[in-house]
């Protein structure tokens, strides 16, 4: 049983009659404000419902978008070489950052030579190698990890934002 007061149709009867476009109960509804309203609820959801239902693609729709992604060029691969040409740069510059301050390494080894014949020069030896070694090698030694840091991370950003490549569905 319905929450409806007595004189009301029931609610089956009601829409049923509204389907069929007339009868008795959709005459009481036309006076009945309880029943205007459910009616009234009943059209907003059906009108909800034929929007949810509504937005049928285009039939070209599929078509055009495969269109459109076949235009565009397949970026994928020239990011991925772009990334690794910039990893092996990277890469180079840093080896020759390590080969052109092989004074400083040969500083830290003078140093020990030293050692042997004096450990107080060789503390200085020592001393004045890292210091050589630091002064001339960290900073680029430093930027040459933080660059590999950078150009992996965007290189996975990059691949990551290209996300997966439209199938042949
Ligand atoms: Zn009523």
């Given at each position: 049983m319905t929450a409806t007061i007595p004189e009301c149709p029931e609610l089956e009867v009601?829409?049923?009659?509204?389907?069929?476009?007339?009868?008795p109960a959709l005459a009481h509804a036309r006076e009945c404000e309880v029943c205007a309203a459910i009616l009234e609820e009943h059209r907003q959801l059906e009108k909800d419902l034929s929007r949810l239902a509504d937005p049928?693609?285009?039939p070209d729709f599929v078509h055009r978008v495969m269109a459109r992604v076949a235009?565009?060029?397949?970026?994928?691969?020239?990011?991925?070489?772009?990334?690794?040409?910039?990893?092996?740069?990277?890469?180079?510059?840093?080896?020759?950052?390590?080969?052109?301050?092989?004074?400083?390494?040969?500083?830290?080894?003078?140093?020990?030579?030293?050692f042997l014949v004096d450990g107080r020069a060789?503390?200085?030896?020592?001393?004045?190698?890292?210091?050589a070694?630091?002064?001339?090698?960290?900073?680029?030694?430093a930027g040459l990890f933080a660059l590999l840091l950078l150009s992996s991370l965007f290189g996975i950003k990059r691949l990551a934002g290209n996300g997966p490549q439209p199938s042949e569905a």
């Amino acid at each position: 049983m319905t929450a409806t007061i007595p004189e009301c149709p029931e609610l089956e009867v009601l829409f049923t009659e509204l389907e069929a476009g007339a009868g008795p109960a959709l005459a009481h509804a036309r006076e009945c404000e309880v029943c205007a309203a459910i009616l009234e609820e009943h059209r907003q959801l059906e009108k909800d419902l034929s929007r949810l239902a509504d937005p049928a693609p285009p039939p070209d729709f599929v078509h055009r978008v495969m269109a459109r992604v076949a235009a565009e060029p397949p970026p994928l691969h020239r990011e991925l070489w772009t990334g690794l040409s910039i990893l092996a740069a990277s890469l180079l510059v840093g080896l020759g950052v390590l080969v052109s301050n092989d004074a400083a390494l040969s500083g830290a080894g003078t140093g020990l030579a030293r050692f042997l014949v004096d450990g107080r020069a060789f503390l200085e030896g020592l001393r004045s190698g890292v210091n050589a070694l630091w002064n001339t090698a960290a900073a680029p030694v430093a930027g040459l990890f933080a660059l590999l840091l950078l150009s992996s991370l965007f290189g996975i950003k990059r691949l990551a934002g290209n996300g997966p490549q439209p199938s042949e569905a």
